[in-house]
């Protein structure tokens, strides 16, 4: 009931008001908690403006005056109201929409205009020219002081910032963009350079300010001169004075005693990195603007090796120094090694069986009976063994197998001989091999555990000096038995191994049918694989099961059940292989993994020593067998020399 009453007595107070403001008097306004709207239609009478009123302009304001105000001077007032309620007047035309200051950045406003009033609050758009420094920092320092309705954009392309708030804020923005803008004095100072490179000290300088100017302080700007190696330094002039006396303390000489540096290598061969060196300078003199050609680089840029103690010399300029620092950073660095195991599996079996009956019958002498069946049976035949009973001395070696036989040798009568042979030859194989190499990533390495076995070639008589004396030669050729394996890995960027393999295992083989001379088994692969670090991978082998059988025979008689055993020779030969070859490399990248691999087969080896006969060396009282000693720490190596095991045999 009150506040009811209180509006109806401030729109009482305004009516009057409104027709002596029609006449061009002056008015002093006052009313407390009255309505927005009521307000509005007050200052429509007041100024002959015409209002569009938005449903959500809704408050109760309240304004006290004590002093008389002009038409104009009292819209300005009914402005500040809108700003402190939140609202905003946008003209339009020849009305005014009242609207929320929240959509008041996206509708049209006193676009461009000239001149901007220093204390109206209407909605205004202005583009200010920014002439020395950028438009783009100034939005971060200024983007504070705008409210959330306003706007505030840089165009980087005219370095221009567009501003769209109240007149008097923007008027306030002008003001302050007007004193930043300030060009510095133009000066220039030159700073000559005597010891360091003007490239080097500006990159070296524009680092250490490249954080301040990226917080909003001065840029000062820094050129170097590389013809004259000067160093031009513009900006205001305790910026100039702050960079010259920066420049200055850099260029001092290098306390390492001029242009000439001495770096130790620790993994690289210093004679390989020099040679590549001087390509690289001599490169990179041809390619500079102004220069003969590598001759010209040669002149200040020396490079050579020290093998004593593996170091490199250089003297040249501090760019190309540095430049040749970084290349030598590069490759100075521990290369990784490849462990690679190999493991060769074969397992055959050879078996041959012989089986035949040689005869002889001759009755010449009474009835002319003649009749023979010789066929050779596991090398041997009836004629052989006749042989070796006419001249003992052209045996060199009993027959192997079963021979039986009998014989009945007159002068008158019938005469015959017959031999039963029967030859069974097995000969099997089991090899696993597991020659194991480590070496550098990307070197050729080669292990070899193999035997030189001696192979006849060739043999022949002589006849010595004296009479009938004969003097017998024979020639020999000896060849590598055993397993060779070469390799050179190469490790790739995602930890895959390509390696370059070359394998080859050679053994004497056990022959079923008793060779005259040694054979030898030969398995060889050369290839090139990828296997990832850590994985198996099979290279190649070979599985053969082969099987020959022969049979002479008389035609006709020799199928006869029986009768026919008597007329016929049968060989059987059965050879059966597996051969598998696989490989399994692991990348050993630090001194670490080196030595858990090293300790691993270390140990192995000392275990398989404490397990033969405990330690004792049988008929020799006192004599233990050999022992390596133990290992100190995880990657110490062996101790010289070879222990021996304590009197019960253990550690």
Request: charged share 20%; hydrophobic share 45%; glycine share 8%.
């Amino acid at each position: 009931m009150t506040r009811t009453l209180r509006c109806t007595l401030a729109l009482a107070l305004w009516l009057p008001l409104a027709a002596t403001a029609q006449q061009g008097a002056e008015i002093t306004p006052n009313y407390k908690d009255a309505d927005l709207g009521q307000v509005i239609e007050a200052v429509s009478q007041v100024t002959g403006r015409n209002f569009i009123v938005d449903p959500r302009v809704r408050a109760q304001v309240t304004m006290l005056s004590t002093s008389p105000m002009s038409p104009a001077a009292f819209y300005e007032a009914f402005l500040a109201i809108l700003q402190v309620h939140g609202f905003v007047a946008v003209p339009s035309g020849n009305v005014i929409k009242i609207l929320p200051d929240a959509t008041a950045r996206t509708l049209p406003a006193v676009d461009l205009p000239e001149r901007v009033s220093a204390t109206s609050d209407e909605i205004v758009t202005q583009v200010v020219q920014v002439r020395n420094v950028s438009a783009a920092q100034l939005v971060p320092i200024l983007r504070p002081l705008i409210p959330q309705y306003g706007h505030l954009a840089a165009y980087p392309g005219a370095n221009m910032l567009i501003i769209s708030d109240r007149a008097a804020n923007v008027n306030r923005m002008m003001r302050i963009i007007s004193r930043i803008d300030q060009s510095g004095d133009g000066e220039i100072d030159v700073v000559r350079l005597e010891h360091a490179t003007a490239a080097e000290i500006v990159r070296v300088v524009n680092a250490l300010s490249a954080s301040a100017t990226a917080e909003g302080g001065a840029g000062a700007r820094l050129v170097a001169d590389d013809r004259t190696n000067s160093v031009l330094v513009g900006g205001e002039a305790s910026q100039r004075l702050r960079l010259r006396t920066l420049v200055t303390h850099l260029d001092t000489p290098l306390e390492a005693g001029g242009d000439t540096q001495v770096r130790y290598l620790r993994y690289a061969d210093a004679e390989k990195i020099a040679a590549k060196l001087k390509e690289q300078v001599q490169g990179t003199g041809a390619a500079q603007p102004g220069q003969a050609g590598p001759a010209a680089a040669d002149r200040s840029v020396t490079i050579w090796a020290e093998p004593q103690t593996n170091a490199l010399v250089i003297t040249a300029p501090p760019k190309t120094m540095r430049t040749l620092m970084q290349v030598v950073d590069q490759l100075d660095i521990r290369r990784a090694q490849v462990l690679v195991e190999a493991l060769i599996v074969e397992v055959s079996a050879d078996a041959t069986a012989d089986l035949g009956v040689n005869w002889l019958v001759d009755g010449s002498g009474d009835n002319f009976l003649v009749g023979m069946f010789n066929q050779p049976v596991g090398g041997v035949s009836l004629t052989d063994i006749a042989k070796a009973i006419d001249d003992p001395s052209s045996v060199t070696s009993a027959p192997s197998g079963l021979t039986l036989g009998g014989a009945r040798v007159q002068d008158s009568g019938t005469n015959f001989a017959a031999i039963l042979r029967a030859l069974r030859g097995d000969g099997n194989t089991n090899i696993v091999s597991v020659p194991s190499i480590i070496t550098l990533d990307n070197e050729e390495a080669q292990i070899k555990v193999a035997q030189e076995v001696p192979f006849v070639t060739g043999q022949f008589t002589s006849t010595g000096a004296a009479q009938g004396q004969l003097n017998p030669f024979q020639t020999i050729q000896r060849e590598e038995v055993g397993t060779i394996l070469k390799i050179t890995p190469q490790i790739t960027a995602d930890d895959t191994i390509l390696v370059k393999i070359e394998q080859e295992a050679s053994s004497l083989a056990a022959d079923s049918r008793g060779a005259v001379d040694l054979i030898t088994n030969k398995r060889t692969i050369s290839t090139r694989v990828l296997v990832d670090d850590g994985g198996m991978i099979v290279l190649g082998g070979l599985i053969s099961d082969s099987l020959q059988e022969s049979e002479q025979r008389v035609p006709g008689i020799g199928r006869i059940p029986l009768l026919g055993e008597l007329f016929r020779v049968r060989s059987s030969r059965k050879i059966k292989t597996n051969l598998l070859v696989f490989i399994r490399p692991r990348v050993l990248r630090d001194a670490e993994a080196a030595a858990i691999a090293t300790n691993s087969k270390y140990n192995f080896i000392r275990d398989q020593q404490q397990q033969r006969n405990g330690g004792r060396v049988q008929l020799l009282p006192g004599a233990q067998q050999p022992l390596l000693p133990p290992l100190v720490g995880p990657t110490a190596p062996p101790a010289p020399g070879i222990a021996t095991a304590p009197d019960d045999g253990r550690e």
